[in-house]
DNA sequence: GATCAGCCTTGATCGAAATCAATTTCGGAC
DNA sequence: GTCCGAAATTGATTTCGATCAAGGCTGATC
């Protein structure tokens, strides 16, 4: 059955974020049954909100399969994403009880879920989960401070291509393969998302993608499919430093 | 002597922020009596850099006294502040070698560090600095997700206006004064390190700030004493909820 | 296969902030 | 006090992205 199949596929470390990214790998045979008794799945529909801001929240989560998003909302209903979940991103922050952003899911999602008081008791029982947790937060401490620059100094063209590299690269990483060449994909977003991402309105974000589109950066299909040719024509859009990095 | 005055608050826990902030509460003797044997200061003029972003960093360090600000510039000069970093706050990142931003002193700084081997070791033998990290690391990425919203939906005053109710708040805090009402206190930014940590123009950010004067939300004297005549009229300025927070 | 709704594109116009360009103020050194 | 230079202000103009406004495409539903 389709639970015992996802059973064992954290047996083998195959899908489980937390499993696999913050514990599997250090994990002794105790521990792995203890969180293997602790977890419970939850599944979304598309457009489904998780949680909303401010309320409580009893669980932590990661993410198994689907993108989640977290944003924040003005009174006047301006909102910003704030954060891009991905399978693997850890939801929830220890130590709070209730949530700060709304969590809405994208796609289809499934999310691996512990109750917050154990897992907070297994985080001070067992030491490294909480040092890989640590780990996480300050990967996604430099991803949202990489993201301040790009809200704060990019342009709009500078803003596209930056998402586009960025969705690109997560899949080329999947598929294993080179970052340069060429790169096919789905966009997971509706252009009012990527406009909540960026800072920008969604009819922004519509017009520099048939601006990309019509300078040969990307070729898009349907309204998602998109075709990178030449990755790094891509990634000399993004205003990033991208020849070869320091190597210091 | 100076040094020795400076060891003395520590062993009073009066001021280094690692010790206060992250170990002193459950420290246990020995555990001091290593931390304190492995620390070290340094101090730096207004305006001198403490590291480059890409520069090797071999050590971690906490902030006594003074500011210091976290940014990232593009190839073409254009720069965005992603931190600021004031007393008690922690700089660099164990597990990782170089500095990934440029980190600045703005006005006159004293750091207490701690070379990174040793303090990486120390956090394996001892779970509570790393679990006290943990929770400044959270700390600092919620401030860093309030601040995409800034930059990507405020508008330029309401930009303005919460980056003074933010010093304002902090000095309030220091002083435990209530955060209503009349609050006096000295901008410790240029007006060109405020644009590059708004993501605005220091012009732009000249005009908003004689225009809050001109409409008596602010009052200046010299280019850097501000005075707040009615703090609640400020927040109104800044586009948060500041209607007393939702209590469910 | 018609209808409809959600998503997307494109055009016209507007406006906020950037840019370019002088001054002015202020704080410190002498 | 005077002088100097950095920091800040202010004005004129431009520009990029927002806003307002029509449609167009596509896929689901009946």
Redesign the interface.
């Known amino acids: 059955m389709a639970a015992n199949d996802q059973a064992l596929a954290h047996v083998d470390c195959g899908n489980c974020p937390i499993r696999h990214r913050a514990v599997c790998a250090r994990c002794e045979g105790d521990e792995l049954r203890q969180l293997e008794e602790m977890k419970y799945y939850r599944t979304y529909d598309a457009g489904q909100t998780v949680v909303w801001s ?1 309320d ?1 929240m009893d669980f932590v989560a990661s993410v198994v399969e689907g993108i989640a998003t ?1 944003s ?1 909302t ?3 209903g ?3 994403m ?2 891009l979940l991905l399978p693997s991103d850890f939801v929830g ?3 709070r009880d209730t949530a ?2 709304d969590v809405v899911a994208t796609t289809r999602l499934t999310v691996c879920c512990f109750r917050k008081k154990p897992f907070e008791q297994m ?1 001070q029982d067992t ?1 490294h989960i ?2 890989r ?3 996480m ?2 990967d ?3 991803a ?6 790009l ?3 990019k342009t709009a063209r500078e803003k596209i291509a930056s998402l586009l590299a960025i969705i690109a690269r997560r899949d080329a990483s999947l598929n294993l393969a080179s970052i340069t060449g060429r790169v096919v994909f789905d966009l997971p977003l509706t252009r009012e998302a990527m406009a909540d991402y ?2 920008l309105t969604l009819e922004t974000v519509s017009r520099q993608i048939s601006a990309l589109k019509r300078d040969g950066v990307i070729q898009l299909e349907g309204k998602r499919h998109i075709t990178i040719p030449d990755m790094q024509q891509l990634l000399d859009e993004t ?3 991208t020849d070869g990095g ?1 190597l ?1």
């Open positions: 401010g409580k977290l924040q003005m009174e006047d301006r909102t910003q704030v954060g922050r220890p130590g700060a952003y985080m030491p909480g040092q947790l640590l780990e937060t300050l996604e401490l430099d949202a401070r990489e993201w301040m620059l809200l704060g100094r960026l800072g205003g990033d430093d320091m210091a």
